[in-house]
Antibody
Framework: EVQLVQSGAEVKKPGESLKISCQVS????????LAWVRQMPGKGLEWMGV????????KYNPSFRGRVTISADRSISTAYLHLSSFRASDTAIYYC???????????????WGQGALVTVSS | QSALTQPRSVSGSPGQSVTISCTGT?????????VSWYKQYPGMAPKLMIY???KRPSGVPDRISGSKSGNTASLTISGLRAEDEADYSC???????????FGGGTKLTVL
């Protein structure tokens, strides 16, 4: 069974960096892309970026202007989302998600993590 | 890159059909066949309902269908049931710069 298990909720101060994890099981981690998608309160879904663990190639949403870095540790089948300079508008639920097909296909998301709520605290 | 445009809400009675539209541009919806749809209950992760415009993953009933015409994709749910009440979001590949964009989501109410 494919499972994506994310790290827990976090509270960040403005200007801090965020790093959350997504550990997968039930499939070959290096063979499928893994994306990060967030959802701000009461808003739609927003694609942040994707990594192909097979070669660590990444693609990012240009609207984040370099604040986002996605990485992967193949030894523990875990992907990470790093978001720098956290701001109030980054308060959201952050999901990791995997497509149906293996390889560099990353256009849809068949499997999702449980989500991690990240809020800002002044 | 702006989000794809969806109606904020739609509604229908049990047994009826509803269609949710998703309008983009020739750089996303109109330019590629990688449109997907997601169903989301409050407090839950999204669930894939349609991929590649009109394909259903296993387990999704055939009363759920997808289509595309020009820059607009559509999700149609026929034979509405109470459990169809949820938020629905579209998603499209958007080329080598923007990569992937979502719609703003549509709340479906079953009356």
């Amino acid at each position: 069974e494919v499972q994506l298990v994310q790290s827990g909720a976090e509270v960040k101060k403005p200007g801090e960096s965020l790093k959350i994890s997504c550990q997968v099981s039930g499939y070959d981690f290096i063979s499928y892309c893994l994306a990060w998608v967030r959802q701000m309160p009461g808003k739609g879904l927003e694609w942040m970026g994707v990594i192909y663990p097979g070669d660590s190639n990444t693609k990012y949403n240009p609207s984040f202007r370099g604040r986002v870095t996605i990485s992967a540790d193949r030894s523990i089948s875990t992907a990470y989302l790093h978001l720098s300079s956290f701001r109030a508008s980054d308060t959201a639920i952050y999901y990791c998600a995997r497509p149906r097909y293996s390889g560099t296909y990353f256009f849809e998301f068949a499997y999702w993590g449980q989500g991690a709520l990240v809020t800002v605290s002044s | 890159q702006s989000a794809l445009t969806q109606p904020r809400s739609v509604s229908g009675s049990p047994g009826q059909s509803v269609t949710i539209s998703c309008t983009g541009t020739s750089s996303d919806v109109g330019g590629y066949s990688h449109v997907s749809w997601y169903k989301q209950y409050p407090g839950m992760a999204p669930k894939l309902m349609i991929y590649d415009v009109n394909k259903r993953p296993s387990g999704v009933p055939d009363r759920i269908s997808g289509s595309k015409s020009g820059n607009t994709a559509s999700l149609t749910i026929s034979g509405l049931r109470a459990e169809d009440e949820a938020d629905y979001s579209c998603c499209s590949y958007a080329g080598d710069y923007a990569h992937v964009i979502f719609g703003g989501g549509t709340k479906l109410t079953v009356l």
